[in-house]
Nanobody
Framework: RARLLESGGGSVQPGGSLRLPCVAS?????MAWVRQSPGKEREVVAG???????SYADSVKARFTISKDNARNTLFLQMNSLKPEDTATYYC????????????????????WGQGTQVTVSS
């Protein structure tokens, strides 16, 4: 099983920014960020394919950016213009193999997950 370690979480005021790294123990295939907060359905925030193609949930589009450093097996999530609604535990998720496309919409169900890092946005 791949080991994924997220970090970079914390408390920030609305409008602020955070950058979350996720270090994987081995090379990965598809990677994504998933968030979950009490009482809410988990949401796949962003995904990145092996060719670098990215996708985003409408709720974070134009504010968040997902990227990857393959040489260091590291995934990043840059979060700008943060809102209170972004408060959640953020999980790094990945597959170790796959085809020519990544089913990021299923990341919450069939990708490996890390332990999560807490992001709190409040005044």
């Amino acid at each position: 099983r791949a080991r994924l370690l997220e970090s970079g979480g914390g408390s920030v005021q609305p409008g602020g920014s955070l950058r979350l790294p996720c270090v994987a123990s081995e090379p990965t295939h598809c990677m994504a960020w998933v968030r979950q907060s009490p009482g809410k359905e988990r949401e796949v925030v962003a995904g990145i394919d092996t060719d670098g193609r990215t996708s985003y949930a409408d709720s974070v589009k134009a504010r968040f950016t997902i990227s990857k450093d393959n040489a260091r097996n590291t995934l990043f999530l840059q979060m700008n213009s943060l809102k209170p609604e972004d408060t959640a535990t953020y999980y790094c998720a990945a597959t170790l193999r796959g085809g020519t496309w990544c089913p990021h919409y299923l990341a919450g169900e069939n990708y490996y997950w890390g332990q999560g890092t807490q992001v709190t946005v409040s005044s």
